[in-house]
T-cell receptor, first 113, second 113 residues
Framework: DSGVTQTPKHLITATGQRVTLRCSPRSGDLSVYWYQQSLDQGLQFLIQYYNGEERAKGNILERFSAQQFPDLHSELNLSSLELGDSALYFC????????????FGPGTRLTVL | QQQVKQSPQSLIVQKGGISIINCAYENTAFDYFPWYQQFPGKGPALLIAIRPDVSEKKEGRFTISFNKSAKQFSLHIMDSQPGDSATYFCAASRPGSARQLTFGSGTQLTVLP
């Protein structure tokens, strides 16, 4: 158990809908990363937040957005969902200043029908 | 220049054998190279990591070999066990506050009993 929690574990929804994925980092970790894992694209970095502020963006679609709250939990919002958005979404956390290690949560499996 | 290339895509090894997975990178700015292990239905788990100032790092049965001039690094699993059967990902990150990981495409390892 990495100490990173993600909810829900599974999410099934329809095209055009909007969903919110939640992540709670390890105690003491200030940085949260979101990654998408799909069969054709592999593991890809989406976005990073550090202590409430957006720090870096990767291959994140404009339909996707994220935020990190004062208690350091983070939410990834996916809107206008398409079939191709079906994937595993992982969040990872790290203590940026102290080390580089990123610890991954168990993921949310999103299925868009 | 952000790509990390991983091979082989799949690997079958007999119990007690040595498993070797290779990765190559292009961006010389990368300075942190972790390996992650992922079991089906789970998030990636940090296995071992190395920095370019050392050529080898060993933790138990797992060893990373690093060749800075060739821009290659590899994971060696000694005395491979059926419980090691999983997907292994190499990754790399650059200096800075973002530290997002660029992942290889993964190697599915099967250790036969």
């Amino acid at each position: 158990d990495s100490g990173v929690t993600q909810t829900p574990k599974h999410l099934i929804t329809a095209t055009g809908q909007r969903v919110t994925l939640r992540c709670s980092p390890r105690s003491g970790d200030l940085s949260v990363y979101w990654y998408q894992q799909s069969l054709d694209q592999g593991l890809q970095f989406l976005i990073q937040y550090y202590n409430g502020e957006e720090r870096a963006k990767g291959n994140i679609l404009e339909r996707f957005s994220a935020q990190q709250f004062p208690d350091l939990h983070s939410e990834l919002n996916l809107s206008s969902l398409e079939l191709g958005d079906s994937a595993l979404y992982f969040c990872a956390s790290s203590v940026v200043v102290v080390g580089d290690e990123q610890f991954f949560g168990p993921g949310t499996r999103l299925t868009v029908l | 220049q952000q790509q990390v290339k991983q091979s082989p895509q799949s690997l079958i090894v007999q119990k007690g054998g040595i498993s070797i997975i290779n990765c190559a990178y292009e961006n010389t700015a990368f300075d942190y190279f972790p390996w992650y292990q992922q079991f089906p239905g789970k998030g990636p788990a940090l296995l071992i990591a190395i920095r370019p100032d050392v050529s080898e790092k060993k933790e138990g049965r797992f060893t990373i070999s690093f060749n800075k001039s060739a821009k290659q690094f590899s994971l060696h699993i000694m005395d491979s066990q059926p419980g090691d059967s999983a997907t292994y990902f190499c990754a790399a990150s650059r200096p800075g506050s973002a530290r997002q990981l660029t992942f290889g495409s993964g190697t599915q390892l099967t250790v036969l009993p």
